[in-house]
Nanobody, 119 residues
Framework: QALLVESGGGLVQAGGSLRLSCIVSGSFFGTNVMGWYRQALGKQRELVARITSSGSTYYTDSVKGRFTISRDNAKNTVYLQMNSLKPEDTAVYFC?????????????WGQGTQVTVSS
């Protein structure tokens, strides 16, 4: 059973919006800090936003004012609302705990969801 299941990606024009969702296995959601990461082609994966169990948030500079992270603790779900999208936001987006999950000694990631922003 997958521990992290991301959805909501797609193809959108610059200036458009998307809302990503991630359902998290209950045993890993709880009081953990949750984050959205992204990896563009040929680049390293980066953390773009994170949220604590009490709702405190952090955003990397490139998405501040455009992205909003939220979580529904009752549904074990974390969201990323992305507005005013830019072509440079094109990437595969992943959710994970912060720091990332380690399962059986290995980094654990879900399948991610592709976001493509056309100019």
């Amino acid at each position: 059973q997958a521990l992290l299941v991301e959805s909501g990606g797609g193809l959108v024009q610059a200036g458009g919006s998307l809302r990503l969702s991630c359902i998290v296995s209950g045993s890993f959601f709880g009081t953990n800090v949750m984050g959205w990461y992204r990896q563009a082609l040929g680049k390293q994966r980066e953390l773009v936003a994170r949220i604590t169990s009490s709702g405190s948030t952090y955003y990397t500079d490139s998405v501040k004012g455009r992205f909003t992270i939220s979580r529904d603790n009752a549904k074990n779900t974390v969201y990323l609302q992305m507005n005013s999208l830019k072509p440079e936001d094109t990437a595969v987006y992943f959710c994970n705990t912060v720091p990332k999950l380690i399962v059986n000694g290995y980094d654990y990631w879900g399948q991610g969801t592709q976001v493509t922003v056309s100019s």
